[in-house]
């Protein structure tokens, strides 16, 4: 199947630092979604791109559709405690809402 | 408006048993997902379902069957379970074919088969 490789694996940062994690892929997308998933729950939308070149912000969060439709990034400004999770990139091809998904990053914020 | 749930929570099999998740939604939505996660890894789509009665194969449908005969219901079924289909299970919902519906996850069922 189709691979999403997301990096980085992990990262343990200081409250009040700022946070940058990407996915790329081998093949394009026509969207891209980053999603934050807090233990024993469901992952949450946190932003969705839809065009290439495409940067979206959702308060302290910033991401990009990249120019090339195989990758994107996600930053996180001003991180605080309540940002720990993880965090999984999913990319589509079709309208069929059929995701594939990174193996995500696990973010660790210290107080 | 309880969005996504899914029962059960939590499930132990023994190797060979059968099972069925059950995932319900009351948001109206046309599309559900069943996807699996193993530690460390992303979610994998294992069958989905574009409307009532129909469904088709995902990334990893081996071992698992499902039926959507009412729009608000969406059930995994595995007929012989296998200590490799231990995982977390979650459903998903979308109102409909746009790009831009979102889907909504429901909280998971956890198994465990020995």
């Known amino acids: 199947g189709q691979q999403l490789n997301q990096s980085p694996q992990s990262m343990f940062i200081q409250e009040g630092e700022d946070v940058s994690m990407n996915c790329t892929s081998s093949?394009?997308?026509?969207?891209w979604l980053w999603y934050k998933q807090d233990p024993g729950e469901g992952p949450v939308l946190l932003i969705a791109?839809?065009?290439?070149?495409e940067l979206t912000s959702n308060g302290r969060l910033t991401a990009q559709f990249g120019i090339t439709r195989k990758d994107s990034f996600l930053n996180i400004s001003a991180s605080i405690p309540s940002d720990v999770g993880i965090y999984f990139c999913?990319?589509?091809?079709?309208?069929?809402?059929?995701?594939?998904f990174g193996d995500g990053t696990t973010l660790t914020v210290k107080p | 408006n309880a969005g996504v749930t899914q029962t059960p929570k939590f499930r132990v099999l023994k190797t060979g048993q059968s099972m069925t998740l059950l995932c319900a939604q009351d948001m109206n939505h046309e599309y559900m997902y069943w996807y699996r996660q193993d530690p460390g890894m992303g979610l994998r789509l294992i069958h989905y379902?574009?409307?009532?009665?129909?469904?088709a194969k995902g990334e990893v449908p081996d071992g698992y069957n499902v039926s959507r005969l009412k729009k608000q219901n969406f059930l995994l079924g595995l007929e012989s379970a296998a200590p490799s289909q231990t995982s977390v299970y979650f459903c998903?919902?979308?109102?409909?074919?746009?790009?831009?519906?979102?889907?909504?996850f429901g909280p998971g069922t956890r198994l465990t088969v020995l």
């Open positions: 379902s574009v409307g009532e009665g129909t469904t």
């Open positions: 999913a990319g589509q091809r079709t309208n069929a809402g059929k995701s594939t």
């Open positions: 791109l839809y065009k290439a070149g």
């Open positions: 093949s394009i997308f026509n969207t």
């Open positions: 998903a919902s979308r109102e409909g074919v746009s790009f831009h519906n979102e889907q909504f």
